[in-house]
């Protein structure tokens, strides 16, 4: 079955520290890999785009990783900051289909 | 472009009324989404279209629930007749070829 689960479902930590958000998949054939940030009351944005080849990319603060053997993804998020206050959606897409994860609720306190 | 375009931003009704929500992709997309967002299940896709042609609808939670898409530039689901439990937030997404899904702002609908 064609699975995306995340963890951890919610996640507060204080202005600056870093955190690391995970992603494991079932999906297969895989496509890509896609890390979303939905504000509030918006739709997601996509933040980084990993494909087979790939281990690792950076955008700004935050860098993704993706391990096609064990199929786990992981988003970690460098010296956090209040804006960074947002649910984090992972999508891996197959054929033309995409699988959403149930997101990670990320709170940054100050 | 001004990218993906949902309409009403918010909708509320009471139970058992017509609810009608639109969507206009962005130009030259072929695919657009549906997806409806809630606290307990995050988000689901309900179903999906290719160059206008429904492709996959098993996400469609049952017969109230029916999505069009008469041309390329717009795309409607209806639901009829709406229950308490349809509140959600509905958003649609379009895609051209192999680029990343762009997302409408949404429409929070609210049965009471």
């Known amino acids: 079955k064609n699975q995306v689960e995340q963890s951890p479902q919610s996640l507060i930590i204080l202005e600056g520290k870093n955190c690391t958000l995970q992603c494991n998949y079932t999906v297969s054939p895989f496509s890509n890999l896609r890390w979303y940030k939905q504000d509030t009351g918006r739709g997601p944005v996509s933040l980084t785009i990993m494909t087979f080849s790939e281990n690792t990319k950076s955008n700004g603060r935050y860098t993704a990783t993706l391990d096609a053997d064990t199929k786990q993804s992981s988003l970690h998020i460098t010296a956090s900051q209040l804006s960074d206050s947002a649910s984090y959606i992972c999508?891996?897409?197959?054929?033309?289909?995409?699988?959403f994860g149930a997101g990670t609720r990320l709170t940054v306190k100050p | 472009d001004a990218g993906v375009i949902q309409s009403p931003r918010h909708e509320v009704t009471e139970m058992g009324q017509e609810v009608t929500l639109r969507c206009k992709p962005i130009?030259?997309?072929?695919?657009l989404f549906w997806y409806r967002q809630t606290m307990m299940r995050g988000l689901e896709l309900l179903i999906y279209f290719n160059n206008n042609v429904p492709i996959d609808d098993s996400g469609m939670p049952e017969d109230r629930f029916s999505a069009k898409m008469p041309n390329a530039s717009f795309s409607t689901l209806k639901i009829q007749p709406s229950e308490p439990r349809d509140s959600a937030v509905y958003f649609c997404?379009?895609?051209?070829?192999?680029?990343?899904?762009?997302f409408g702002q949404g429409t929070r609908l609210t049965v009471v």
């Open positions: 997404a379009s895609r051209g070829g192999r680029t990343e899904a762009f």
């Open positions: 130009s030259g997309h072929n695919s």
């Open positions: 999508v891996v897409t197959f054929n033309n289909d995409m699988r």
